[in-house]
């Protein structure tokens, strides 16, 4: 196995190097960060049977094209509907192939989704910061963002002929539909809030804005008004809270939030749940499910089981083109034989 | 902080899938702070099941689980039954020194925040420098450390416009806060120094200098000493 070298031709603003992000120093004011949707991130490296806290890069809207300058290695796309061309074959994402020198890769985004995973077949080359590749968008700490030039190493690169082809996955998990209802746990600052205000957040519609980063997601729909213009002293925050500023705009905080802040949170968001509301395209309507504590963890349970199990599936090869096409005949072969009985 | 006050618990609020919210007071003193720094070290020595991370702010804390292992009623359980036996104990942070140089060339707002205030930049200086810092929290962005304790009598509001690309390591401060930049960012809190010392080493065993709880004093270097020290960091 040998590197292979990859240089980028074009990447849009917000492509960044992630992992699972650096969980533990928000006390530091250093939020985890990590991939936005951070089961595609695990889905695009166990496709490749690599670790699923791994760095690679994190798509986003503003797309990304590389060239291959040196080697052969396999990459995974996961995420959304996000589509690519390989060397002039157009694909959607959810897919394994092998990127050769002298090749280009465009990845673009399709019909759904906001971010999409790029994951290789061996060792991505990265700024580690903090023991992880993780890149905080503000501070462009970690493997930190990609620009036209650069050139990225992937270390031990290696071609996967036995994962190339379509992942399959649950739509479920992947794709947020025309209209989410979300889970939400109360608070902790709904005392905060007008009455009426709570009532609106409980009942109405939200839709996601185009205003989204890594920090946070802002929402259109009714303004949820503050019972007084006083601000509380900074308290902590996390990805999933619902703060909402003097103007009764709501954010829900993401990957790369400010880890404490003066605004009061109306409720949160489970965790798990995050990663669906990441790839939410603008106008997506959004109506928020009160539920009790125990009711998110339940949902939490539900969702990481479903996660767990599908990318045990995903992390199985599949077998070689050739391998495939004689379980195929074997399988139309068994078929045949029944016909005939029959 | 006082025997009296350790049998006070905080209210606890259940956050989304994950955390608690423990809140001593709805607004800040530092007999909160102080009773918010003992409950983060209680909290994070003793590890209760599922633990994963505490953030402590300036009227609550934040207690991060993991929901796989544990829920809201059992590590709120877990907490009240360590808070209750927590043994009285005085803010014993511990003392950090943090090196700061007042060169008109670093501190473009020093003399504006002397003048706003009657007094000689040379009397600022001293007064600041005599003062006793408490970090009260991070956040903004990482390294950010809230130090508290700015002496009354230099004590100025934040600017009305926040200034841009304002460089790391720049010494900021509005009303009683003040804290030592990490990154080039704005801010609307008044310049008045820059300070070599690594809040934030991406290298070292401990990246962090600052803990919530411990005490700075700042001591005054000039600007040769300032430039030395800059060559030597690790960044």
Redesign the interface.
Known sequence: MTDAVLRVIHAGPLVTIQDLGR????????PASGAMDRFSHGAALAALGLDRDAPAVEVSMGGLSLECRSGTVSFALCGGDFTFDHDGTRLPSWTVRTLHAGQTLRVQPGRSGNWATLAFAGALDTAC??GHAAT?S??G?GGGPLTAGQILHVKDAHSTPEREGEIATSEALIHPQQRLDVP??I??QEAQFTAAARHTFETETFRVSPAFDRMGLRLEGPLLDLEDALSI????A?R??IQVAGDGVATVLMADH????GYP?IA?????WTDLLAQARPGTRIKFKPVT??G??A???QI?SQRRDALAQISIPRGTFAQRLMRANLISGVTAGIDELT | MTQNDTAKLPAFRPVGDRALLLTYSDTTSHDVSDAIVAADRCICAAAPKGLCEVIPALVNLLVVFDPLETDHDQIEADLRTLLSGMTAVTNSGTLRAVDVCFDPAVAPDLAAVAAARGMTEEAFRTAFLAGTFTVRMYGFAPGYAYMSGVPEAIQVPRKPAAVRDVPAGSVIFAGNQCLVTTLTMPTGWSIIGHSPTQILSSRSERPFLLDVGDRVEFHQIGAASLAVAKEARHD
């Open positions: 969980a533990g120093l928000m006390r530091f004011g250093v910061w903090l905080h503000t501070s700490l939400v746990v608070g902790p002293p900074s308290e902590p996390m999933g809270s400010q880890t404490t802040g949170k949160t968001v489970p965790l798990a504590p125990a998110a963890i949902s939490t349970k990481e």
